[in-house]
C-alpha cells in the first residue's frame, strides 16, 4: 500500500472513531442518568447501543473497501463483516479485530437486530445490561485494535 492511501486510511479510521467516541459518551451521559425505575431513560441506553453499532460497523466496512474492496450483498453480509474482519488476509493486510471485539461485536448485532424489528417489546434491565456492559468496552477494544492493526501492517510485509 502506497503512503498516500495509509494516510487516507488512517484519516478515516480516525474520523470514523471519533463519531463512535460521540456515541459512547451519549451512552455514559444515559447510563449516568439511570436510577432504576426510568423507562425513558433505559430505552434511550437501548437506543444509543443500538446507534454504537451502526458507525462501527462503518469502520469495518472502510477497511474492508481498502484492502479487499468487495463487500457482499448477501443477506449475511453483516456476519460476514464481522468474520473477515476478524481474519488476517495473507499479503494483503493483518487481521482487524481481536477475537474479543469480534465476539463484542457479534453480540451487538444481535442487539441491534433485535431493537430494529421487537416492536413494541418492553426492554428488561437484565436483558439490557449483558449488552451495555459489552458497549462500554467496544471503544476501548477498538482503540486497541486498529492501534494493533497499523503496527503489524507498519512492520510486517504488507
Not at 474479543?100 to 439490557?128: C, D, K, S, V
Not at 477498538?142 to 510486517?156: G, P, S, V, Y
Request: proline share 2%; charged share 25%.
Amino acid at each position: 500500500m502506497d503512503s498516500n492511501k495509509l494516510i487516507l486510511l488512517k484519516v478515516d479510521l480516525e474520523c470514523q472513531m471519533n463519531t463512535i467516541e460521540r456515541i459512547h459518551q451519549k451512552l455514559l451521559d444515559r447510563v449516568a442518568k439511570w436510577e432504576g425505575n426510568d423507562e425513558a431513560i433505559l430505552e434511550s441506553i437501548a437506543y444509543q447501543i443500538h446507534n454504537l453499532y451502526s458507525p462501527t460497523e462503518d469502520l469495518l466496512k472502510i477497511v474492508a473497501s481498502c484492502f479487499e474492496n468487495n463487500i457482499s450483498n448477501s443477506g449475511q453480509w453483516h456476519s460476514l463483516l464481522l468474520q473477515r474482519m476478524s481474519m488476517e488476509i495473507p499479503d494483503i493486510r493483518p487481521a482487524f479485530l481481536s477475537a474479543h471485539t469480534h465476539a463484542i461485536l457479534n453480540n451487538l448485532r444481535g442487539f441491534r437486530h433485535f431493537f430494529r424489528h421487537a416492536y413494541g417489546a418492553t426492554i428488561e434491565y437484565e436483558q439490557l445490561k449483558i449488552n451495555l456492559d459489552k458497549a462500554l468496552k467496544l471503544k476501548e477494544n477498538l482503540d486497541t485494535d486498529i492501534h494493533q492493526f497499523l503496527l503489524r501492517f507498519n512492520n510486517e510485509n504488507y
